[in-house]
Every structure is written in C-alpha cells, then in structure tokens.
C-alpha cells in the first residue's frame, strides 16, 4: 500500500507553550512534517517558502495588525497556501477581514486537539471548516453588513453603523467597549468615528457628539 505523502505544516504563535503544544500533537500525525518559525512578521515568508509549507497555523493575538498583513502577504505571493487561523475569541478579531484575504479556516483557542486536527486535514483538502464560535460571530458579522447596506444614509449622511457607533460614543463609551457592544474590532469604531468626522465636518468625538445632538441625529433608529 502506498504511503499517504508528507504534509508540511509552520506554526507561528504568539504565545510559545501553545506554538509547542501544537507541534507536538501534529508532529504525532505520521503524515505531517512540522515546523515552529519566528514571531517576527518580516521574517515568516521567507522561512515558509525555505520550508516548502503546505499550511501555516497561524495564530493572532487580539487585533494583530502586522500579522494579518503577513497572512495578506503570503496569500499574494503563494495563493494555493493554507492557512489555519487560531485567534483568541475576543470581540476585536475581524472573522470577515481574515475571511476577505481568503482565509476559510478559523479556530480560537477554545477548540479541542480533535477539532484543531480535523480543521487541518480540511484546510490541507482546500475546505473551509470554521469552529461554532467563529462560525455564530461570523454570522453577526453578516446579518450587521446587510443591515448596514441596507441603512446608508439614514442621516446626514451617515450610515446606520456610524450612528449605532456615534450613539455609544456619545454614551461615553471608549472604542474597546463600543467594540464589543456592536462585535466589531477597534479598528472598525475607529474607521467608522473617521467616516463620522469627514462627513460632520469635524475633528474631535465631542464634535461629532455635539454636531450630531444639535442635528437631531442621535435620536434616529
């Protein structure tokens, strides 16, 4: 019978003991080779591709912008690679950015060594396989997207996703917190807060607050 061929498989991770931990449960698989690389972004794909990878488990400290520019990078440079995300199930992870690079293959650390090695051989198979808990934020993420297609313009030019923003903003909410109130990242309220600006005519958020208040935007659902 012949054998299955060798898979090659580089983990990255922020966090050391889970990058071993990961090594060593695949490295149990007769099947894959693996290999732990650098956390330092600017160097991963010149030690993926010296590796010949077949998959990169990479895993994504909470709103890790070098990282996912990496992960961009390498889909460029080598489209036919896969990629296993493993995040931390924080609300500021942005499944659909990571989803709109082409990443289809999304864990967080709560997942068990079953679902880590099943996601894997799917994601070396080219499927897409995302953890329950990826996959139920994935669909907020959807349903507040159609929403706010749906919503453009509501006031003054704003969209519903900058009102329900500059609402919580005007609550006295940091952007951490209307983050996780609304399930999108920091980066997002903070695109959002910029559009407001642009749009209002102002520089600050008690601007934005103030001009909105006087328009009688707030109050608008």
Avoid: C, W, Y
Wanted: aromatic share 2%.
């Amino acid at each position: 019978m012949a054998s299955e061929p060798v898979r090659r498989i580089f983990v990255v991770d922020h966090q050391p003991l889970v990058a071993r931990g990961l090594v060593a449960l695949l490295s149990d698989e007769p099947d894959f080779e693996v290999l732990t690389g650098s956390l330092h972004p600017d160097r991963i794909p010149a030690e993926v591709k010296e590796f010949r990878a077949d998959l990169i488990i990479l895993g994504l400290p909470e709103a890790d912008t070098e990282l996912m520019e990496t992960a961009r990078r390498l889909r460029r440079q080598r489209p036919s690679i896969r990629f296993v995300v493993l995040a931390d199930p924080t609300p500021s992870l942005d499944i659909s950015e990571l989803v709109r690079i082409g990443i289809t293959a999304i864990l967080t650390r709560n997942a068990s060594q079953a679902e880590v090695l099943a996601t894997v051989r799917q994601g070396l198979a080219g499927r897409s396989l995302l953890g329950s808990e990826v996959a139920g934020r994935l669909m907020n993420e959807l349903a507040i997207a159609v929403r706010r297609a749906d919503n453009k313009g509501v006031g003054g030019g704003l969209t519903r996703r900058e009102l329900d923003v500059l609402t919580l903003v005007a609550d006295g909410l940091p952007n951490k917190e209307v983050a996780g109130r609304l399930h999108i990242s920091e980066n997002t309220v903070k695109n959002h807060m910029r559009s407001v600006h642009d749009k209002l005519g102002v520089r600050t958020r008690t601007e934005a607050v103030v001009t909105a208040a006087r328009e009688g935007l707030l109050g608008l659902k």
